[in-house]
């Protein structure tokens, strides 16, 4: 059973991540032959103030 795990800055749509876990899961049954009911997606979000690059956070950065 694959499972993945997407962690990303919050601020998505609920419809964008339901896109995203369908065409990711779509993509690993294609890669991997693997059943598209065994494939796991778990999204983890997180604020922008606990996501840092160069040494500041992406709110600081605007991002």
Do not use: C, Y
Not at 14 to 34: F, H
């Amino acid at each position: 059973m694959p499972i993945i795990t997407i962690n990303m800055i919050e601020g998505r749509s609920d419809e964008q991540k339901e896109l995203l876990i369908e065409k990711v899961s779509l993509a690993v049954n294609e890669a991997i032959s693997s059943p598209i009911e065994s494939i796991r997606v778990i999204i983890n979000e997180m604020p922008k103030q606990h996501f840092g690059i160069a040494g500041k956070s992406a709110k600081k950065l605007g991002k």
